[in-house]
């Protein structure tokens, strides 16, 4: 007695791909439709909390989102935007493809999706990168070297590439703090005198050099019985009387500070302006809706006040905003990184031959779950980037 269930899968199917409890093709593909829609359904409802997320917090702060939006680059928004229209087009000529067994053209569209995947995540790394840098991150990391208008912020942890942060602004002796290293332009006066009843009174001043640096290969500094001088352990230099040690005078390698004989006096040039700082209070922040007035006592139009807005330091929360790019972004790239799994498992079939005109439903329902991933992102686009 025979089992009807002995012989091999697909034999009546025309397919070895086609399961025996499955009618025919035709029968298993409606199924598999029917599912890959079920779990892209339940992506919207994943996907909708974040964008609920985002209405209510735009809706409360729209501030903030309109500051924040400046520091994302549209430019690479949109061509990452151009690059997953260009992969969702291959994802559905793929399906084309294999319906009528050009397996050629099926290999060329897959590894197209797959390397318009790759584009993707590559420029997603170059933001993600540059917002590390500049330090516009989420929560309590959000410290950036920046305004959104691009002038320079002092940082709370000195990470930004040039700049420095003074604990006794201002008097800061780096004169320029783009150019690597302190630049110091200073001038130091030994001044020899007499103290009485606690009154210094100067006899004689000099104004010494600073110390020659010891060579590459270690020998002793060329002005070696020579005064000279050199900055403190402390990298500040500043004009207050509480900062006089910031200057070391050396003779014969010692170190020679203050004496009641003398007196070291310490001169520096005015440091250019401090940069913004974050935790200044901006100016109008207590009271809205005043019409501004610029010096041509004209009224200010709606771009220039962006523009002005821009330029000040980020208002408060303004992480918020990143908190929201990136949970957004992140998990949508997390699925593109599926996608190219999911893509590579097909195009190794491909390969070896394994979709037909009874049996592409695979290569269907990957490309439903990329229209979806690249319908996402053309709302995350305007919604971060083209904001106004």
């Keep these: 007695m025979t089992d009807s269930h002995d012989h091999h899968e697909g034999d009546h199917h025309g397919s070895p791909f086609i399961q025996h409890h499955y009618d025919d093709a035709q029968h298993q593909f409606d199924s598999g439709k029917l599912g890959i829609w079920f779990f892209l359904v339940q992506e919207v409802l994943f996907f909708s909390g974040l964008f609920v997320a985002y209405i209510l917090f735009r809706n409360h702060r729209p501030e903030i989102f309109s500051y924040a939006h400046k520091y994302l680059d549209v430019r690479l928004g949109a061509l990452n935007t151009c690059v997953l229209i260009i992969s969702s087009l291959t994802a559905a000529w793929s399906v084309r493809c294999a319906q009528l067994g050009q397996r050629k053209a099926l290999i060329f569209c897959l590894a197209t999706t ?43 942890e000195d990470h930004c590439e040039g700049t420095k942060r003074s ?104 440091a250019p302006p401090p940069k913004l700082d974050m935790d200044a209070k901006l100016p109008g922040e207590a009271g809205a809706g005043v019409a501004s007035v610029n010096a041509d006592h004209h009224e200010k139009t709606e771009r220039e006040e962006e523009e002005e807005a821009w330029m000040k330091p980020p208002p408060p929360h303004t992480n918020m905003f990143f908190s929201i790019y990136f949970a957004m972004t992140g998990l949508h790239g997390i699925h593109v990184i599926g996608g190219i799994v999911l893509f590579i498992w097909l195009l190794f079939r491909a390969i070896r031959g394994d979709f037909s005109a009874d049996y592409f439903g695979p290569i269907d329902y990957a490309a439903l779950y990329w229209h979806l991933v690249d319908l996402i992102w053309i709302f995350l686009f305007p919604l971060l980037y083209l904001i106004h």
């Design 167 to 270: 604990e006794c602004r201002p008097g800061n002796i780096d004169q320029d703090p783009n150019a690597e290293g302190w630049q110091v332009d200073c001038s130091v006066d030994e001044v020899t005198g007499t103290t009485t009843g606690g009154t210094f009174t100067e006899k004689a001043r000099r104004t010494l050099p600073t110390c020659i640096m010891e060579s590459e290969e270690g020998g002793p500094p060329e002005a070696k019985n020579a005064p000279c001088w050199e900055i403190a352990e402390n990298p500040w230099v500043c004009n207050s009387p509480e900062k006089k040690v910031a200057a070391l005078v050396h003779y014969n390698d010692e170190e020679v500070r203050w004496s009641d004989e003398v007196h070291i006096e310490l001169t520096c040039k005015d």
């Design 114 to 156: 797959i390397i318009c995947a790759f584009g993707f995540l590559g420029v997603k790394f170059i933001e993600y990168r540059h917002k590390y840098i500049e330090g516009e991150l989420w929560g309590e990391k959000f410290d950036p070297c920046h305004t959104s208008g691009g002038a320079e912020l002092l940082t709370k």
